[in-house]
């Protein structure tokens, strides 16, 4: 009998109603409910937990034989424990649902992938996620405003800051895609290029300067991986010619679908707009026509130089500086009542605010040792990606695919730069930490399933 192949692979076979349950909980994740006291994750949970079902039963009825005290899960615990013991001291229940999620949802994430293997939900969510991308694309440009210059692009949303962090939290999977169908070969991947083509315009169109920095190391993954999946065919004679088509047609793809865009969200919704207004489409599309890549481009060099002309660097950062020294200042062991408070950041005075930073905001409402572990767990991840993006020999010995790898990075660098300007740690409560949780539980999983457990002892025993 032939042995089991030591891998996290996992069935990369997924049915059609787990990618409905990730289009459903990405929707979830981003719209608001009819729920009473904005409950809406709870159905972003409830979801969750039925695309998890099958391998949380498959996890109970061997969890003797699972091993479960591990590093990851031990910092996890803690921020649970932290913001339990935060909900003892002020009963809010918002702070009873975060001691859930990491006490107990995560945990099971992470237990699950290590049991059942990491490709199958990872392939599931990839494909949900562009699912609802396009959906969302439909809705922004029936429901949303045309694209302006001048104007930070926000779809439907009431900020454009969420309509970025959605698509850095798309870019993975749509990466992901690519590489698979790079990979494979055939005509799929010029779909996914123009996929990622849509993602960047749009993301440059908010002028979101924490969702244009998400997207740079992404974009870096992704070229990277690809380079070496192209470099990596076995013909000598027909590498270069292959390498270069590829860049080529890709490359072309994507200024054709980055054109496309801006187009349909300048002058052809300005067109559609005005022929259902008094106005012209004449009219509307001499409006449009102030709206092409240089006034994209031009509104984005505004906001990167903001404050930078007089030197007001607390200016350029939106007030983060002030308000970051304001929150560290009143960290202590245990959280606070409320997540936000006032503060006074130069000329900027702020009744109630957040802290614009992830590992702050941790610390500051469930208590230090929760920072902490936050900072810890988050490192872990930064150090593993890299590791397997630059040096390539971790993801050989985890036994991961380009693909996973391209997931996995770009989640990662993608959310440390979300974390250290925005506020979204919760799972479920914000789409970018969702990603990121179900990311990074399947990233430490990597190698932990039991074929690569057995396979390490065998290992061990032959060295002995």
């Known amino acids: 009998m032939a042995k089991k192949k030591c891998s996290i692979a996992g069935d990369v076979e997924h049915s059609s109603l787990t990618v409905a349950l990730w289009v459903l909980f990405f929707f979830c994740s981003i719209l608001p409910l009819p729920l009473p006291n904005g409950y809406d994750w709870v159905i972003a949970m409830l979801l969750c937990v039925a695309i998890f079902l099958k391998g949380i039963c498959s996890f109970l009825r061997n969890a003797v034989d699972t091993p479960i005290a591990n590093p990851w899960i031990l910092l996890v615990q803690v921020i649970g424990v932290s ?28 237990l699950t992938f290590q049991e059942n293997g990491i490709a199958g939900i990872i392939s599931a969510m990839a494909r949900g996620f562009n699912v609802a991308f396009w959906i969302l694309v439909v809705l922004s440009f029936f429901f949303g405003p045309a694209y302006s210059a001048g104007v930070q692009y926000s779809s439907f949303f009431s900020d454009p800051n969420v309509l970025g962090y959605v698509i850095t939290s798309v870019m ?13 070969g055939g005509q799929r991947k010029l779909v996914y290029a123009a996929a990622l083509a849509v993602q960047v315009t749009m993301a440059l169109m908010t002028a979101s300067r924490t969702t244009t920095l998400s997207l740079v190391p992404q974009i870096a993954v992704i070229a990277v991986v690809a380079f070496r999946v192209l470099r ?41 707009d005005g022929s259902l207004t008094a106005d ?11 709206s ?19 030197g007001n660097y607390n200016d350029f950062s939106s007030g983060r500086l002030g308000i970051w020294a304001s929150f560290l200042q009143d960290i202590e062991p245990l959280g606070h009542e409320s997540e ?7 000329s900027r005075n702020y009744d109630f605010i957040y802290a614009h930073n992830v590992f702050i905001q941790v610390a500051y409402s469930g ?40 997931f996995f990075a770009c989640v990662v660098f993608g959310y440390f730069i979300y ?46």
């Not at 013991?85 to 009873?96: D, I, N, Q, S």
């Not at 150090?383 to 036994?399: D, Y």
Request: aromatic fraction near 12%; proline fraction near 3%; charge should be positive.
């Open 367 to 406: 208590g230090l040792f929760a920072g902490v572990s936050m900072c810890l767990i988050m490192l872990i991840s930064l150090i593993q990606a890299g590791a397997m993006v630059l040096g390539g020999k971790s993801a050989a010995r985890h036994s991961l695919s380009p693909e996973l790898v391209t």
């Open 292 to 310: 092409g890549f240089s006034a994209m481009l031009e509104s984005n060099v505004r906001r990167y130089s903001k404050g930078l002309d007089t």
């Open 83 to 110: 913001f339990l013991l935060t909900f003892a001291l002020f009963v809010k229940v918002t702070f009873l649902f975060y001691a859930v999620s990491f006490c107990l949802v995560i945990p099971l994430i992470y």
């Open 232 to 272: 990596a065919r076995n013909d000598f004679r027909t590498k270069r010619v292959l390498i270069l088509r590829s860049v080529v047609s890709c490359l072309l793809t994507f200024v054709l679908a980055a054109s496309a865009t801006l187009g349909l969200f300048t002058f052809g919704k300005s067109a559609i």
């Open 419 to 464: 974390a250290f300007l925005g506020n979204g740690y919760a799972m479920f409560k914000y789409l970018p930490a969702s990603v990121f949780w179900i990311a990074s539980a399947a990233l430490y999983a990597s190698c932990r399933t039991p074929e690569c457990r057995e396979c390490c002892r065998n290992q061990s025993r032959q060295l002995s």
């Open 340 to 346: 936000t408070k006032p503060v006074v950041s130069g």
């Open 172 to 184: 993975p999977c749509t990466g992901y895609l690519f590489i698979g169908a790079l990979r494979e």
């Open 280 to 290: 012209s489409p004449s009219n509307a599309l001499t409006q449009g026509s102030n």
